[in-house]
């Protein structure tokens, strides 16, 4: 095959399944390897000094220091942007990593940002504090309601945030309405991806402008690695009055302007060449192979997930000792609507419910399970259960927890790529356990 691999040199458009496989990466040119090399170095020989200087003036785009690109790094971010649609990536070394660098790269102190209540636990913990230390101005609202939205929108509002699908209450956001409403006011939308990856949806194509990942999750799938990144749609107008921190000469890089410099590239520029390097969390080549590696069977995993999940939604949303299953996926759900919109594959995996017995019966239960791993994390192939008030939302207050719809018997699941009537009997077998111990409480 040679070079024709590489995806952009064919004239076809190459579906979804077939770019997971193939896209960013080619057999390598100098050994022929055909998986996709781990390029373990820090820095790169220049080929004479004149081609050094370019690099580090940025008139010539080639690898100086793994801090800021290395090539096995560079093919998991052209993969993963190919799948979103967007101009191009940057990948860090975690999915928080990659959110603080896009406040870095685009706030200043003063600016103010509205995000979604429904936020994974560490995004609101990152903005409430982090960045409001660095005097970010912050308004969460009720994501489904566009008047909050609207309502809280400010002469210094530069930036709008929300996930696809909210952790844990499994809020489907309606981008298209949300990215109208901040482009309205000049202002980009920046939509946490995580939980649907750009398999179930791609919110550059509703309108969004910058997609964040922790590939963490499903893009990895197995649990093995930390990592994050950041796509952009290349359509946003940063030289619109309002973001002078990237359309004009910048003085952390010798004057250079870099929208007026890379234009579509230009944000996606600043974030690697300033902020990448400046906050130095880049993402390891062994790491990013472990990811690539991930994408190349993301499609398959996720018809899994999906099908699964929607299989064990069902059997608790029919189960006597289940208060309230909050999957977007079930008949019942409030978001149908949306989920037929922007989630036609699926609403993911990961979803909540309320046992009945409170904590004591959540605890009960998570103790009996056999196949579900009780620990803090989710879109592993692996099924995972927690219980989010006692763990991952534990920093959160009363107030906050009860407005990301948690209660103290709300379980959270990630269900994983197992056979379903497995994970049915594990789950019906951790309620019964569930129900003997609330029996001897009775007797007590
Ligand atoms: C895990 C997670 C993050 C944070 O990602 P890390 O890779 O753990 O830094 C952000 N958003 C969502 C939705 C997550 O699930």
């Known amino acids: 095959m040679g070079d024709k691999s590489t995806i952009t040199t064919q ?87 990659a959110q603080s660098a896009t406040f870095f790269t685009m706030l200043n102190p003063g600016d103010h940002v509205i995000a979604s209540a429904a936020l994974y636990g560490g995004s609101v913990t990152q903005l409430k504090h982090l960045f409001r230390k660095l005097s970010v101005e912050l308004d969460f609202v009720d994501p489904d309601n566009l008047d909050a939205w609207r309502g809280a929108l400010r002469e210094n509002t530069k930036l709008l945030f929300a996930e696809t ?31 649907a990856t750009p398999y179930l949806n791609r919110p550059l194509e509703w309108g969004a402008d910058i997609v964040v990942y922790s590939a963490t999750k499903f893009l990895g799938g197995h649990g093995t690695s930390i990592a994050g990144a950041v796509i952009e ?51 390891s080549p062994f790491n990013a192979f472990l990811i690539a590696q991930g994408l190349e069977t993301l499609p398959l995993r996720m018809k899994q997930h999906v099908s699964n999940a929607r299989a064990v939604a069902e059997f608790l949303s029919n189960h006597q000792q289940v208060d309230r299953v909050s999957y977007p996926g079930l008949r019942s759900s409030p978001y149908l609507a949306l989920v037929d919109k922007y989630l036609p594959k699926g609403p993911g995996a990961v979803f909540c419910f309320d046992i009945v017995g409170g904590r004591a019966a959540g605890l009960a239960f998570i103790e009996s399970l056999t196949l579900f791993s ?52 594990d789950l019906a077998q951790g309620l019964e356990a569930a129900a003997a111990r609330g029996l001897e409480r009775v007797e007590d």
């Open 11 to 97: 004239e076809k458009s190459f579906g979804f399944h077939t770019r997971s496989v193939h896209a960013g990466s080619r057999p390598d040119p100098a050994t022929g390897a055909r998986a996709l090399p781990i390029f373990q170095t820090t820095s790169y020989v220049f080929e004479n000094s004149e081609s050094a200087a370019a690099y580090f003036n940025l008139q010539e785009y080639g690898n100086t220091y793994s801090r800021i690109m290395n090539p096995t790094v560079a093919a998991f971010e052209e993969r993963l942007a190919n799948l979103d649609g967007g101009v191009g990536a940057v990948a860090f070394a975690s999915g928080l990593a």
């Open 165 to 195: 699908i909210g952790n844990p209450g499994g809020n489907v956001l309606d981008i298209q309405a949300v990215a109208d409403i901040a482009h309205a006011h000049a202002t980009p939308l920046m939509v946490d991806n995580t939980f």
């Open 233 to 283: 749609s290349g359509e946003f107008d940063w030289s619109n009055g309002r973001f002078p921190v990237i359309a004009e000469p910048s003085p952390a890089y010798h004057g250079l302007a870099f929208h007026e410099t890379f234009g579509t590239f230009g944000f996606l520029m600043k974030l690697r060449a300033e902020t990448l390097r400046d906050l130095g969390a880049a993402l």
């Open 374 to 425: 009780h620990l803090a994390n989710v879109g592993d192939a692996k099924s995972l259960v927690i219980h989010p008030a006692s763990t991952t939302h534990r920093q959160l207050s009363e107030p906050e927890l009860t407005a990301a719809g948690i209660g103290p018997g709300t379980i959270r699941l990630s269900v994983g790529i197992e056979d379903s009537d497995d994970l049915i009997w």
